[in-house]
């Protein structure tokens, strides 16, 4: 078989999976495995068969292009039967990672070595998934509940160092791995140590407080809110402690096929591609190379400044950060260093490695400094007057061929550009707050930007870890833009009867990781409303406004920051306030509206058909490549539920002519306001999909 090499040394076989880049478990690796069990088993010159890995690693699981298809045979199930079957020791080689069917194959395996640094895990959950090739049932057995839960509900990867403490791993190789596998095996052959005895292993399961499992659930009740999968794989791994290995095999095959068919795998699956998607960028010439980035400067040591700089430094890249006065840089500095120290206090960070990544940070207060550098990042106010001389400053110091990046959240990018003789070299670069956590970052590329920017730029997001999406230059670009749509269209049930704790139950019951309100609490109203105040010269006569955010603001209520906004503050815990009720209702009479209830379904239908709306828009317009990577922004940077597969991937699924139908509804009860997008219309007359 093309993806198995069979081959013997003496008198024990190996099967080395070729499958690159990662040995996914592709038809041809399980026709190829079959093929070398039975092999091995018919052979009498046989006494024992390895499974290794040829390449970077064992097996990193399934291949994605099944997800979603009917399992052709061989299946995963069909290779673990003939394992379970198989009289000879079969012993699994494993190096960089078996994850997934992969861990599951090498579980099948009688025994199993492992190389050091390799990783071994069950990220399944992930895609709103769970094990479903008997992994639950071997972490049960062989490493206990507590281990059982965490690797299985978290997704997240266990070093082998320490499975192998957990009796997961039954070797470390401390030479080569197959000159180590090859000895294991001859040793277990020479012994006559077949499988291991699984009802053993079984006996202390029934022992199992069930508490361990209740409290389980409460710790992770927040955090699972909603989905479906963990859920499962804690119910799974509980009823297992009291049915045999067989039976609990087929519990685990039942649960997992339930999550299979779930929406919530859809969706989630559909975010997997869907952010491999946005990495690329449409007419982009193949010959363009990402220029390397080694070392960085960030204008403006604030909030989002000290952030960058971080996200920078932790990717390894030099940073120069910048700010007007040796006394405003020294706080951003300050920030970063109390950043790492929470980090260090937390474990999550040694103080060796904080040490070497603020090591990475420089401070200044001269431009003069930043004329080396690849790369630069502007993050002073969001006042064009102040970024137009920034860039002018820029474009003095910095060498030829620099990117100049802007992290604005709302100024046109090719304004910016027109203060520097370089517009080519310019760039939004609008990363999410805090800057060193938030996974994504809307790259915004301006009229003249190069496309060896935009290459580099994208290129440089991975390296942050970032998750980049390519946006056009309109206002509010592809995120702030939505959010200012279906903000709008919130406002406006408040001013019919809705009150904001009631938008904020309803979207956070539909799986917004906060409400609307409570997060413009958090991130400040008054910044809000002085882009508001900027706006208002553009606002159309007769054009809907609600003017109930302009009515708190002017009572000094900013937000959490003040202790009032939309809510009471005490500390960060927000209490409805029958101050903003009263405000609220004033607001509406003067109005001339009468309030009356809002059904949480409509309030709900409003705002979600107002985002696909604006989202439609914004697609049709070309400022989003693709749907697709409207949904990424709004899953990593808006709190959209991921288990949803964000607006426009949700919006498919319940149907984009019943969306049109109630926009055009919207519209004869409302006003123009909601005018339908001409991409919705003919979307839902025509395939009922986005335009590809
Ligand atoms: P901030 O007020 O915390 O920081 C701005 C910093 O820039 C201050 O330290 C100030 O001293 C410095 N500065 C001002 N003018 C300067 C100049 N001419 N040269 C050098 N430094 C100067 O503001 P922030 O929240 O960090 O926002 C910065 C930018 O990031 C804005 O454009 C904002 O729209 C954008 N942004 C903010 C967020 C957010 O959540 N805060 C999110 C995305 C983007």
Partial sequence: MDNVTYACQGEIAIATIDNPPVNALSLGVRAGLMDAIERAGA??????????????????????????????EPSLYTIIDALAACAKPVVAAIHGMALGGGLELALACHWRIAAPGAKIGQPEVKLGLMPGGHGTQWWLRLAGPEAALEVATSGNPVGVEAAHKMGMVDKLADGDLLAGALEFARQLAAEGRGKRDIDALSAGLKNVDSQLFADFRKKNERKWRGLLAPQKIVDCLEASCHLTFQQGAALEKAAFQECERSPQSRALIHLFFAEREAAKVAGLSPTIKAAPVASAGVIGAGTMGSGIAMALANAGIAVTLLDLSEAAVSRGMEAIRKNYATSVARGS????????????????????????????????????????EVFRQLDAVAKPGAILGTNTSTLDIDRIAAATARPESVIGMHFFSPANVMKLLEIVRGAKTSDTVIATTMATARKLGKIAVLAGNAEGFIGNRILGAYGDQADFLLDEGALPWQIDRVLQDFGFAMGLYAMRDMAGLDVIWRIRQQQAAKRLPGERYSPIA?????????????????????????????????????????????????????????????MVNEGARILDEGVAQRASDIDVVYAYGYGFPAYRGGPMFWAEQYGLDKIYEAVCAYQRAHGDWWRPSALLAAAAKGKKRWPD
């Fill in 349 to 388: 960070l040694s103080p060796a490695a904080a040490d070497k990544t603020q090591a990475l940070i420089t401070a200044s207060s001269s431009y003069a400094d930043l004329a080396a550098a690849d790369l630069i990042i502007e993050a002073v106010f969001e006042d064009m007057a102040v970024k137009e």
């Fill in 43 to 72: 052979d009498p010159g046989v006494k024992a068969l390895v499974i290794i890995g040829g390449g970077k690693t064992f097996v990193a699981g399934a291949d994605i292009n099944d997800f979603g298809k009917p399992y052709a």
């Fill in 550 to 610: 302009d009515r708190i603001c002017e009572q000094g209520w900013f937000g959490q920051k003040s202790g009032r906004g939309y809510y009471r503050y005490e500390g960060r815990a927000a209490t409805p306030d029958p101050e903003i009720e009263a405000l609220i209702e004033a607001a509406s009479a003067q109005l001339g509206i009468t309030r009356k209830p809002i059904a949480d379904e409509e309030a709900l239908m409003r705002i979600l058909c107002a």
